[in-house]
């Protein structure tokens, strides 16, 4: 199953642990119980550290493993076959449980071994969510580093009847002691503040006893990323407030346009972006989403969800935008049940179902691609009267016999029958009649919403609620800079947010400049 390129990779990783990894596979009769078995064969021969046993099913999950070593009291399963973009999690957890330290803040660690209690997590992904990885590495760590936690890894496609049963709509979910714990993408620091409702005061305190910066960052993305580099790299004290450190760059697939990089993945390069900004002296302050700005003449001040603030002599915002919403009844109720906005992420869980894709441009088409690959059928909706896809897009989807697709469509309602999604009603804008459409999931591609509705009334915005920024990427508010997806600057691109990030920075810096020359100037004149 792997070629000697990848197996000469493991081998060296493997040097790493310094104790033996006990691997216990569950199997039964099926193919992919085999599957398995060759697969975890194959990585026990790179290191003599790794050994494994089988044991028959007994109405435990078949295809299954366990990972623990000898002495330590370790609870870590993979249930399915832990491939795709679940493989780094499989090495990350061969490597922790042998011993390999976590690149992971000491705090953090000490906060997760302090943790008491009774912990099962049931973590259900798919092999194609780019965002599962990252829920199942911490759940795993924390597996790794407390004996009271248990996490079990499930493949939502090779377990369906488990999906169905427990009305999984959505990946990654996260299961707690058999109850609903959360859904979508989660970081250590925010699964402990779940389990520890004194972690965010304490993230608060700490927050608060920050010192002003001389260019405040808020958002971690691309743009936000390339200003606080560009920042600190001037020698000026420099701070990041990011609700979640590579922004939307996290949801994206394939990256394949980023100037002198072929090919990377979103969460890679928002893991390269974030290690790119550790590399310089830069506060970040990860996991803190901002509710207001104030402006007290010379000092801005950032106020934040947890009741904390900081501040900063210029603000630089990149907030960047989010999935826009259809805001058709139905939507909210049935979010996560049947309503998505990741086919990546969610169209596994609805293999041999009939599904729509709301959305006629790049994104609407190419899920509804994907999706027909996955699918039963799949309904295409678009408000105009034609595609906006780029033309070789839509060739390929007309090309496939198991996709619909309907124009001059306005969806105006999301059905239901309580727990989840049964269709959906849309309007034909060319004869005015209610038409039906019965599908189990919705994916919504409708284009991207800018996160700024807590700047209104601070700083001037369009009726899109983009933030209005110069040529210089400064804000109606003199000191207030802004760059990336969440300013009227066109084109929404990676390469684009990174520069106006860049140049936001170096117009940050030039304020700094006259208005120190200017404080001094001053200061000459009343002596």
Request: charged share 25%; hydrophobic share 40%; aromatic share 6%.
């Amino acid at each position: 199953m792997l070629d000697d390129a990848m197996k000469s990779q493991l081998k060296d990783h493997f040097t790493k642990m310094v104790r033996p990894v006990e691997i216990v596979a569950t199997v039964n009769d099926s193919a992919k119980s085999q599957e398995m078995a060759t697969l975890l064969a194959e990585l026990a021969s790179l290191s003599d550290l790794i050994t494994v046993s089988e044991r028959t099913a007994d109405g435990d999950r078949a295809p299954a493993f366990a990972l623990t070593s000898p002495g330590e009291d370790i609870h870590l399963t993979f249930a399915g076959i832990p491939l795709g973009h679940e493989f780094t999690s499989l090495v990350l957890a061969l490597l922790q449980t042998g011993g390999y330290p976590p690149r992971v803040e000491e705090h953090v660690i000490e906060a997760v071994k302090a943790l008491s209690g009774d912990f099962r997590f049931e973590t259900y992904y798919s092999l194609s969510c780019q965002n599962c990885p990252d829920v199942v590495q911490a759940l795993n760590l924390m597996a790794v580093l407390n004996p009271n936690i248990r996490h079990v890894a499930i493949d939502g496609a090779l377990f369906q009847d488990e999906v169905a049963a427990r009305e999984v709509m959505s990946v990654p979910s996260v299961f707690l002691n058999g109850e609903p714990f959360a859904q979508g993408r989660m970081e250590v620091e925010q699964i402990i503040a779940k389990l520890d409702t004194g972690a965010s005061a304490r993230a608060a305190e700490k927050i608060k006893a920050q010192a002003p910066f001389e260019v405040l960052v808020v958002g971690g993305g691309p743009a936000g990323a390339a200003a606080a580099i560009y920042a600190a790299r001037k020698g000026i004290r420099t701070g990041v407030v990011a609700e979640r450190f590579g922004g939307q760059v996290l949801d994206t697939m394939a990256i394949e346009n980023f100037i002198s990089v072929r090919r990377t993945e979103g969460p890679d390069f928002a893991k390269a972006l974030e290690a790119h900004v550790a590399d310089y002296d830069v506060e970040v302050m990860n996991l803190q989403t901002a509710t207001g700005l104030r402006d007290h003449g010379g000092m801005f001040e950032v106020e934040l969800e947890n009741g904390a603030s900081v501040k900063g002599r210029t603000v630089i915002l990149s907030t960047g935008a989010r999935w826009r919403q259809m805001g058709v009844p139905g939507e909210e109720e049935y979010m996560n049940r049947g309503v998505a906005y990741c086919p990546h992420c969610d169209g596994p869980l609805y293999k041999g179902k009939p599904v729509a894709v709301i959305g006629g441009g790049n994104s609407g088409v190419e899920a509804a691609i994907d999706l027909a690959g996955i699918t039963k059928h799949v309904t295409l909706l678009e408000f105009d009267a034609e595609l906006r896809a780029d033309d070789v897009l839509q060739r390929k989807l007309r090309s496939l016999p198991n996709v619909t697709v309907l124009t001059s469509a306005k969806t105006t309602e999301v059905r239901g029958d309580g727990k989840k999604v049964i269709g959906l009603t849309y309007e034909d804008r060319i004869g005015g009649d209610l038409k039906e459409v019965d599908v189990d999931g919705i994916f919504v591609q409708i284009g991207l919403l800018p996160n700024t509705e807590w700047l209104r009334g601070t700083v001037a915005l369009t009726d899109r609620g983009e933030v209005e920024v110069d040529n210089r990427g400064e804000t109606s508010l003199p000191g207030v800079f802004a760059a990336g997806d969440c300013t009227t600057v066109p084109y929404k691109q990676i390469v684009i947010a990174v520069g106006e990030g860049a140049k936001a920075s170096l117009a940050a810096f030039d304020h700094l400049i006259r208005s120190s020359a200017d404080d001094e100037e001053q200061a000459s004149q009343a002596a």
